[in-house]
């Protein structure tokens, strides 16, 4: 199982960004997603999760509200739509899979990880 994070990049403080993962190779849909992020010099943390079918979604406090998270199961995508982005959301974004079950917000759920994608806000 692979997984391709994409879509980080440097954006104004206020603005968004939309980040994406593909999955591929042996994965079905029954997979909870997550995303992460680890700030320079801080440990990684969970961000947003949604469960296989996407009717559960479990967000940390600093992603309520300004963050969505959906999937595409057809095309076995997750997406992360980032908005009124803050300095402090500077970080490396990490996607990665998990059994179906809660979601969770431990690390240690997971199986899978992509690489991460850089997201930089400027004030």
């Known amino acids: 199982v692979q997984l391709q994070a994409s879509g980080g990049g440097l954006v104004q403080a206020g603005g968004s960004l939309r980040l994406s993962c593909a999955a591929s190779?042996?994965?079905?849909?029954?997979?909870?997603m997550a995303w992460f992020r680890q700030a320079p010099g801080k440990e990684r943390e969970f961000v947003v999760g949604?469960?296989?079918?996407?009717?559960?979604?479990s967000f940390a406090d600093s992603a309520k509200g300004r963050f969505t998270i959906s999937r595409d199961n057809a095309k076995k995508t997750v997406y992360l739509q980032m908005t009124s982005l803050k300095p402090e959301d500077t970080a490396d974004y990490y996607c990665?899979?998990?059994?179906?079950?809660?979601?969770?917000?431990?690390?240690?759920?997971?199986?899978?990880w992509g690489q991460g994608t850089q997201v930089t806000v400027s004030s």
């Open positions: 190779g042996r994965i079905s849909s029954n997979y909870n």
């Open positions: 990665a899979a998990g059994l179906a079950g809660v979601v969770e917000s431990t690390q240690n759920e997971y199986l899978y």
């Open positions: 949604i469960s296989w079918s996407g009717g559960s979604t």
